[in-house]
């Protein structure tokens, strides 16, 4: 035994207890000490049975995520865990699985060997791996289809949700809902079966279906997965597993999912997704805001704007369960507001994403109000007014005047500078930002903008409050445009520069989103309206270098009222389903426009596009780590994740680019240089590391060593 495994006795039952927090994973030394366990039961005359169950809030959680790195970098040797499985399924009395809090992949695939399953009511149960770029690797497409059937199989593995423990119980996955005690709950189940013959899933075949059914059931889960998750190699490796389950035996089927196991895991894919995993979980840790920094209840909070940006925001508090005061400045403006809100909720609905009843709820927790006579209550206000700072500030103002001591003051501007917002104020350590994105009840991340006198327990609260409310929060520095729209900048710049130079418009998109991204970068123009740029262009047009190329098409489109879809046209003209459709009118503007600007035209390869596009992200994004105003280059790949539709199984815009290496990313910008001047000067950080042969990913390291 070892102290990740213990075992005790309740009678005649042997309880087997996994120990290894947070959250159980089968790390190294867990399936040996389980296997001796196992063991140990066999040769115990006294002994009828076993439980295995975690410890903690969850029963295992998977293999252990930390191990695959060492695996594919040859520093351990590649480690299965199909014989510690077949050594529970061989087991001469019976093995019961108790599952809470979550049995996700290695942990269901031991579930399955297991020779029966209980589990609470709440627990969670799947093969997560697709997410991680790889498939199950312990026999989990073998097993699964035997038990829940060859379609509800092929939805796990390839889509990776995982399943309520009441559905897994009407699938035939778990056996039995235990209320109230789990453990003690199992051991009796165990008792009451101990005497039963042992049912070996393996064995099982009566789910398998047969050739004519399955075919159809594997074409629509391909199609399903080209589409929902395009570009992606584990769905489909899923499916083929799942596939091989129904025409192998048992054995082979292993194999052939080993073989498909074995190439996700060395993939690129794979390496990028498991970084983009634990970045996820990196980004909440703030060097000197210390985990236990105090934090600022918020249970009541209030939003100023009902716009857009400030409805979405209402509702993501309301349906995290907070009540929200939603203020506009006249009841026209506040209808529109609530209008839009209900119009959202009815859809979600319609969807299926929450019941009329939730909505319902939620809706009564946002209250209306044209006064800031009740903001004495809330604990935290986000300001989400048109985006001037006259008029941030004049509420940042009166905000100071109605909310009570303690209380956060947060601005959810895209641009503008949080420290002068907060000059507006008598308290400007309880400002901060918090910038959503746009539709602010989908979009995940949340951009908080740390001030210079923004307090530890604000950030603190900011952070942990993000998760309460379904978002990944990551912190960035007060600079113009933050983190994700200052990189954004130079990607759109190159776009429409491309677009100038000859490049066709739908070509520009057509080879970003080939490349991964969920929309390219005139039609995201287009969506998020070409006037917001152009209205902060026109602002800040005194800041504009003399002498350096700017883009002119997207002025040029918004002086002629194309502001996008808003406008049913912009770069592309919009149907009444707003689909895009090339509009020649366009074309020939542009053509017309560049060369009144002189601008030769040329043809240009979808190559050439995405590195222009793709590798002013990371140029921009590698000054942004040097100026300090982002902690990592991977929460610079959260963001652009969560906010900017860059495709995770490229890891992010950081972690592409150390894929591809930093040298060659750097002569590419060199060359950019040569052709385009100073705009795509390298930034020295970017340099730094190619000349030294280091990564970002170690660029991180050495920071986090150094903090
Ligand atoms: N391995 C190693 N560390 C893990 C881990 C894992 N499987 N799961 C979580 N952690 C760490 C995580 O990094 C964090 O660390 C801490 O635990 C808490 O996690 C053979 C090959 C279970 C739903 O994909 O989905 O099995 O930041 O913040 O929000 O076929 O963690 O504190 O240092 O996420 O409560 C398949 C992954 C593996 C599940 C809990 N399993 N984990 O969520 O906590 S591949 C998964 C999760 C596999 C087999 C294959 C979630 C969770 P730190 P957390 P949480």
Redesign the pocket.
Known sequence: MNNLVRVTRDNDVAVITVDNP??N??SPGVPQAIEAAIDEMNIDPAIKAAVIIGAG??FI??????EFGKMTSGATPRRT?LPFLLHIEDSVKPVVIAIHG?A????L?LAMAGHYRVASPTAQIGQ??V??G?I???A?TQRLPRLVGVAKAVEMCAEGKPVSAPDAAALGLIDSLIDGDLLSGAVAFARGIADKPIPKTRERTTKLGTATDNAAVFAAARDAARKKQRGMKAPLAAIDAVEAATRMPFEEGCQAEQKL?TECLFSDQSKALIHV??GE??VGKIPDVPKGTPVIAVNRVAVVGSGTMGGGIAMVFANAGIPVLLKDVDQAALDAGMGKIRKNYASSVQRGRFTQQFVDERLQSITPVLTYDLFSDADMVVEAVFEGMALKKSVFAELDRACKPGAILASNTSTLNIDEIAEATSRPEAVIGTHFFSPANVMRLLEIVRGKKSSKEVIATCMQLSKKLGKVGVLVGNCRGFVGNRMFGPYRREAQFLAEEGAEIEAVDRALVDFGNAMGPLATGDLAGLDVGWRIRKEYRHLEKPGIRQPFAEDRLCELGRYGQKTTKGWYRYDENRRANADPEVAALVRKWSAEAGIPQRQISAEEIVDRCIYALVNEGARILEEGFALRAVDIDIIYLNGYGFPAYRGGPMWHADTVGLQKVYQRICEFHQQHGELWAPAPLLQRLAESGKTFAEFDKEHALAA
Do not use: C, N
């Open positions: 947070p959250v994973a089968l809030r969850t959680a998977g293999a252990d995520i930390k865990l979550t996700f992949g290695g942990g695939e997560p791996e997410k991680l790889i199950p690797g312990a989990g196991f995993f634990f979980r990196e």
